[in-house]
T-cell receptor, first 112, second 113 residues
Framework: DADVTQTPRNRITKTGKRIMLECSQT?????MYWYRQDPGLGLRLIYY???????NKGEISDGYSVSRQAQAKFSLSLESAIPNQTALYFC???????????FGPGTRLTVL | QQQVKQSPQSLIVQKGGISIINCAYE??????FPWYQQFPGKGPALLIA?????SEKKEGRFTISFNKSAKQFSLHIMDSQPGDSATYFC????????????FGEGTQLTVNP
């Protein structure tokens, strides 16, 4: 089984809808991250969490919110989706003290 | 403002050739420089990483060259193979930011047989 899983893998929605993307990890890591990937822009950090009680904004947090339900679960929500939030979204985890981040398979989100 | 700039955006190399991807950074507080490899439909995966106390790190066919004074680092893929065709991202982070990665724009590498 994959160490970092994301659901759904693909989602098409309409402008104004609320969307939740979910991430789970079995690696036992304390740190979790949400990124979005856009062509020509690389990956940009949306939110990150060092533990259940520690949530931090990344460089592009506007229009997004997150919830760290447990050490292993980190959800990303779009309260009112807009077309320019169409992108590939990745969850990642790492343990404190190391540099390597482990990425999930991604969620492709299309907002019409 | 992109703190890590990557070039080229795309690269086509013949099998057996050398692929070179370059990155430049601005923040001198960065102290960890990884390269990630991403295949279509997959998440990025760590390929190789370097810290600024060394100027070069080699793992198999992959080498990172690091120039601290120029604030640049590069990935060299020797004897490039079609299986190396992927998107490559350079990144940087600093210990004090808790492993937050700042990524470059990405390079799509195609190795022709």
């Amino acid at each position: 089984d994959a160490d970092v899983t994301q659901t759904p893998r693909n989602r098409i929605t309409k402008t104004g809808k609320r969307i939740m993307l979910e991430c789970s990890q079995t690696k036992g890591h304390d740190r979790m991250y949400w990124y979005r990937q856009d062509p020509g822009l690389g990956l940009r950090l949306i939110y990150y969490s060092f533990d259940v009680k520690d949530i931090n904004k990344g460089e592009i947090s506007d229009g997004y919110s997150v919830s760290r339900q447990a050490q292993a679960k980190f959800s990303l929500s779009l309260e009112s989706a807009i077309p320019n939030q169409t992108a590939l979204y990745f969850c990642a985890t790492t343990s404190s003290g190391t540099g390597e981040q482990f990425f999930g398979p991604g969620t492709r989100l299309t907002v019409l | 403002q992109q703190q890590v700039k990557q070039s080229p955006q795309s690269l086509i190399v013949q099998k057996g050739g050398i692929s070179i991807i370059n990155c430049a950074y601005e923040n001198t507080a960065f102290d960890y420089f990884p390269w990630y490899q991403q295949f279509p439909g997959k998440g990025p995966a760590l390929l190789i990483a370097i810290r600024p106390d060394v100027s070069e790190k080699k793992e198999g066919r992959f080498t990172i060259s690091f120039n601290k004074s120029a604030k640049q680092f590069s990935l060299h893929i020797m004897d490039s193979q079609p299986g190396d065709s992927a998107t490559y991202f350079c990144a940087a982070s600093m210990e004090t930011s808790g492993s937050r990665l700042t990524f470059g724009e990405g390079t799509q590498l195609t190795v022709n047989p």
